[in-house]
Every structure is written in C-alpha cells, then in structure tokens.
C-alpha cells in the first residue's frame, strides 16, 4: 500500500499522542494533512525521507521541538504548514518555500506573530516522551 497510497488526510479527527517515525515510509505521499488535533512531541526526522512529499499540514495542534532540517529540504514540497503548536525552532531553509511557509503562533525565537513567552514556557517545562504518551500511525 505504501507504494499507491498519496494523500492521507486526517484533519479535525481528535487524534491524540505522538507521530511516529513509520510515517517516513510513506515515501510516495503527496499529501499529509494532520492538522486540526492533538498531536504532541516532535515531528518524526523520518518525515525529511518522504520525497514525493508536496503538502504538509501539521499545524493546530500540539507538536514541540525543533522543526526537522530534512523536512524543508525535501525538493518537492511547496507548502508546510505548522502554526499553531509549540516548535521552537525552524531551518533556514523553510524560508525558500516563502508564503508557503507558515510558521505563525509557535515559539521561535525571532520569528513575527508567536506565541508569548509565558505559553512557551509552560510547554518548555513539560516536555513530551513520546515512549509514554503512546503513538499514532496512520497505516497500522
């Protein structure tokens, strides 16, 4: 399935703990659209391996951590979206995807339209082990 599958889309469905590194697999995905939950942790580094990857939406929801490097290089993505969560941190390189590069209400330094520095630190405070809070995965 992994080789035919190319939009998942599970916006808005309440999910809840972390995303786990199996996502990568998916390495034909045009499309991932997970916005709109509660997802928590860091996104997957395996993310920056999904090379057909054209859009991802992750944003409304709850993920922390540094953006991943590989994720903003991958060469054929022209829209990523993370607003709206607790990154604290994004690659140069996302800035080449411009308006497609949508960064807003997170907690990076630096960065115009952010969350305050009292929300960051609560989730500073409380960080995310992904081995206890579970794990989702779309195609288990």
Known sequence: MAETLDEIILANLGLTG????????????????LS?????????????GMVSLEQLDVGHNKFSGPIPRGICLLPKLENFVYAFNY??????ECGRLGDGNDDRKNCIVGRPRQRSAAECALVGANPVDCLLAGSICPFE
């Open 18 to 33: 972390c995303l786990r590194p199996e996502i990568g697999e998916l390495k034909e995905l045009k499309v991932l659209d």
């Open 36 to 48: 709109c939950n509660k997802l928590v942790g860091p996104l997957p580094e395996s993310i920056g």
């Open 87 to 92: 990154f604290t941190s994004e690659p140069a």
